[in-house]
């Protein structure tokens, strides 16, 4: 009798991995210790901006705002030759069309929020409607949000089989799905999340909708980035990380570098395996840029505001 | 006697590999000696002032991480000691005994605030001298040593609170012998206890690292101590065992080697010299299969790497329940290839210069005895500087409990790893060494713990974390790892005779 046996079962979910959070913590800001100066902190700030994901993500979003902001992810700063652009627009479903068409063929992928974002209160042909309707749209990327309700009742089953619906209607697009660390709760449910997320075919992991306090933490997104080390390590599949909300100057964005470097490797230091979710961090990015070669930090206003 | 080495079988973990060789690499974040000012020589510090040796002797201090001279320093014979012993003698009897306990106090910190003042410098040459990372003499050293201070001068005029009912008498003059590996904390940890309580020092650096001592005489100048409470020496054996067997020497405080340890024991046998021994230790670090791995991982890495492992209390043994001990293992791997080692003085340096060559040279030696006891060894893959005294963080699995590289004290950056079943087994394992100094318990559940620590003959046991020192916590061993407690209120005993 020939059985068809998953590559890989996934395991007890209710049996995840304990976290300790003094010590997570304690590790965290260890790579805060890191001294990044000159050429390494030179080319750590092109990497970082080279992974910012520019999100708009309001009810007022327009074709004009979104236009708008899809022309600094291509020219982040016209002012500083050989500096890359972004590595993608996040917006609203109804907004990918006009990005994707702002984008061009300039590389800068399209990721759209879906899954009745940033809630996920829907029932889940709703959520999968949406999802197909993004990317139908033209979207690149899909981030979706996880059910937290029934996560917080134990129903990691539904978790786990919405995730895997939802990747089965991305088609192509990426998926990377929103834990919304912020309201997790401990550790242990956010590694618990990320390894229900990781089985269910999720291609990238994040923290944060960044409608929630806290967002992205150094030490949530390093739990994540352990449960990723381990996942890697029992299957060979790469996931990709996403922290996403509070990531607002280079100096921390930096320390998460330090951090995807000592915990993931070479692999990961790259926008196809790591991202920010973030929208003003790119401005203190070229600031700090224009101040390592010029010497001198310029005002906020030589930067523009998308 | 050799065990045959077994391949791994497991190919596919050998296919997975992480890349920590990354193309993006930090910049050198060296810190600059110029905050520093090391003399070029060094005489003793007797009675308050700067006295040239009556050895006329001196001998040099060099850089571990680059073997080039610092300074040189004062060799205090016999006669020195006896000339320390004297000033110390003297200002017992004279001003520091009969001092209010308040007026003791404000001394103490006072040099506890100039040493914060100081700390960038202390932690600079600390660094040049010892060979530890900058990273940890500014950030663990330097600040707990002036803590330690701050902590003994608010003691100073509370001992009837600390022993009620009873009437405390400081004992005289306490003669003091400091190790190398951190050189002045242990310095803070003798001197700052001994002079709140009343008595008056003399204190003998390591041979190796005698400079960032000098400079707390300095500063116990600047603040103005009446002369003679702290004398501070330099030398090497022969000055230890001088201050050891002068007669007028009350109490002795001695951190170390057992094996001195146990020399100082035989020499005041017949006197009535009261001693406080911290010696030698092989601290178990014991993960359960319900530990949090990730977080104990990083316990075992800071438990034998911390300062290059030259730590009394370093985590040396680890044992790992055999159901988790391949993914510890692997773990345990991948994080030695994010450590660091180098250069000292640069900021991001995690494991700095082994202290001097004949401790490099012991380190090796049992590197070698592991190798040949048939245990599998596994170094990271870190390019070591071409000059200076280096090693490899290091890690043996395949160990057996009657290895010698888990029953004897290397002082190293090595782990000897070894597994178990159950916990009465473990703590039978953790039990079976002459020493008992620290421990370390990792496990999610918290009865667990508690009946861990109970049974578990260490002085320190930590549960969850590891290599945690505060003032107010004492710290000391049980078994051949010595006598007498050393920070919080117990440490005021060793340098006090209670009365009714």
């Given at each position: 009798m020939a059985i068809a046996k998953p590559t890989i079962m996934p395991p007890d979910f209710a049996r995840t991995p304990h976290i300790d959070q003094v010590g997570v913590e304690e590790r965290a800001s260890r790579f805060t210790k890191r001294s990044i100066k000159n050429e390494s902190k030179e080319n750590g700030l092109k990497l970082v901006l080279n992974m910012i994901d520019l999100t708009t993500l309001e009810g007022i979003d327009t074709d004009g705002k979104v236009k708008q902001l899809c022309y600094k992810a291509i020219h982040p700063h016209d002012a500083l030759p050989d500096i890359p652009t972004v590595a993608a627009i996040c917006v609203y479903p109804t907004m990918v069309k006009v990005a994707k068409k702002a984008l061009g063929d300039s590389g800068v992928k399209v990721a759209s929020v879906a899954t009745a974002f940033p809630s996920g209160q829907a029932p889940k042909d709703i959520k999968i409607r949406d999802t197909k309707y993004a990317v139908n749209e033209g979207a690149d990327e899909v981030d979706m949000v996880i059910s937290r309700g029934k996560f917080h009742a134990g129903e990691y089953n539904f978790v786990f089989d919405e995730i895997a619906a939802i990747k089965e209607a991305c088609g192509n697009a990426r998926l990377k799905v929103i834990l919304e660390t912020g309201e997790l709760?401990?550790?242990?449910?956010?590694?618990?999340?990320?390894?229900?997320?990781?089985?269910?075919?999720?291609?990238?992991?994040?923290?944060?909708?960044?409608?929630?306090?806290?967002?992205?933490?150094?030490?949530?997104?390093?739990?994540?980035?352990?449960?990723?080390?381990?996942f890697y390590y029992k299957t060979g599949k790469m996931i990709g990380m996403k922290p996403a909300g509070g990531i607002s100057k280079s100096k921390l964005a930096l320390h998460y570098l330090v951090m995807v470097k000592e915990v993931l490797g070479e692999d990961w230091l790259t926008n196809e395996w790591f991202r920010f979710g973030a929208s003003s961090l790119a401005n203190d990015v070229l600031m700090q840029m224009v101040k390592l070669k010029t010497g001198q930090y310029q005002s906020a206003n030589y930067f523009s505001v998308d | 006697m050799a065990v045959t080495k077994k391949k791994t079988a497991t190919k596919k973990s050998n296919t997975i590999k992480l890349k920590f060789d990354t193309s993006w690499t930090y910049a050198p974040a060296p810190?600059?000696?110029?905050?520093?000012?090391?003399?070029?020589?060094?005489?003793?510090?007797?009675?308050?002032?700067?006295?040239?040796?009556?050895?006329?002797?001196?001998?040099?201090?060099?850089?571990?991480?680059?073997?080039?001279?610092?300074?040189e320093v004062a060799d205090a014979n016999a006669a020195d000691v006896d000339k320390a012993v004297k000033a110390a003698t003297n200002a017992y009897e004279k001003s520091w005994k009969k001092m209010p306990a308040k007026e003791r106090a404000k001394y103490i910190f006072r040099i506890a605030r100039i040493m914060q003042e100081k700390a960038r410098e202390l932690a600079i040459i600390e660094s040049l001298d010892g060979g530890k990372p900058i990273k940890e003499s500014r950030d663990f050293d330097v600040p707990t040593a002036a803590n330690h201070f701050f902590y003994y001068a608010g003691w100073a005029d509370k001992l009837e609170y600390a022993f009620p009912n009873r009437t405390t008498e400081p004992l005289g003059v306490a003669a003091q012998i400091i190790p190398w590996n951190f050189p002045l904390l242990m310095a803070a940890w003798k001197i700052a206890p001994a002079i709140a309580t009343g008595n008056t020092v003399v204190l003998k650096s390591a041979e190796t690292t005698p400079l960032t001592a000098l400079k707390l005489a300095e500063i116990i100048q600047e603040a103005d101590l009446p002369p003679g409470v702290v004398n501070i020496i330099t030398g090497a054996g022969a000055t230890g065992a001088a201050m050891v067997n002068h007669p007028d020497v009350n109490k002795i405080a001695f951190t170390g080697s057992t094996d001195v340890g146990k020399i100082i024991q035989r020499a005041i046998a017949s006197t009535d010299k009261k001693a406080t021994l911290e010696?030698?230790?092989?601290?178990?670090?014991?993960?359960?299969?319900?530990?949090?791995?990730?977080?104990?991982v990083e316990g075992v890495i800071n438990g034998i790497f911390f300062n290059q492992g030259h730590v009394c209390c370093a985590g040396s043994r680890l044992y790992v329940q055999e159901s988790v001990a391949k993914e510890v293992i692997r773990k345990l791997k991948d994080r030695l290839e994010s450590l660091i080692v180098?250069?000292?003085?640069?900021?991001?340096?995690?494991?700095?210069?082994?202290?001097?060559?004949?401790?490099?040279?012991?380190?090796?030696?049992?590197?070698?005895?592991?190798?040949?006891?048939?245990?599998?060894?596994?170094?990271?893959?870190?390019?070591?500087?071409?000059?200076?005294?280096?090693?490899?963080?290091?890690?043996?699995?395949?160990?057996?409990?009657?290895?010698?590289?888990?029953?004897?004290?290397?002082?190293?950056?090595?782990?000897?790893?070894?597994?178990?079943?159950?916990?009465?087994?473990?703590?039978?394992?953790?039990?079976?060494?002459?020493?008992?100094?620290?421990?370390g318990v990792w496990t999610d559940k918290g009865s667990k713990i508690f009946n861990m620590t109970k049974r578990m003959k260490a002085g320190v046991v930590w549960a969850n974390t590891f290599n945690k020192f505060d003032p107010t916590s004492p710290f000391g061993g049980y078994k051949e790892s010595g006598f007498g407690r050393e920070g919080g209120l117990h440490g005021l005993l060793p340098y006090l005779n209670l009365k009714n």
């Open positions: 709760g401990t550790f242990d449910k956010v590694r618990r999340a990320s390894d229900i997320a990781m089985h269910a075919g999720a291609d990238f992991i994040k923290t944060s909708t960044g409608k929630i306090q806290p967002a992205a933490t150094m030490p949530v997104t390093l739990v994540m980035l352990e449960a990723i080390r381990d | 810190e600059s000696k110029s905050a520093a000012t090391i003399n070029k020589q060094y005489d003793l510090f007797i009675n308050g002032e700067w006295q040239k040796p009556l050895s006329k002797k001196y001998f040099d201090t060099i850089n571990p991480a680059n073997e080039e001279k610092l300074s010696l030698g230790g092989k601290a178990a670090n014991i993960i359960f299969e319900d530990a949090a791995i990730d977080q104990a180098g250069d000292p003085m640069d900021k991001n340096t995690d494991i700095g210069a082994i202290n001097s060559k004949s401790q490099l040279d012991i380190i090796n030696k049992y590197i070698g005895i592991g190798k040949k006891e048939g245990a599998e060894m596994y170094q990271s893959s870190c390019r070591l500087p071409s000059k200076g005294f280096f090693c490899r963080p290091t890690l043996f699995t395949n160990v057996a409990q009657s290895n010698r590289i888990a029953q004897e004290e290397i002082f190293g950056p090595v782990l000897a790893i070894l597994t178990f079943r159950t916990e009465d087994e473990v703590i039978e394992k953790a039990n079976n060494s002459p020493y008992g100094l620290s421990a």
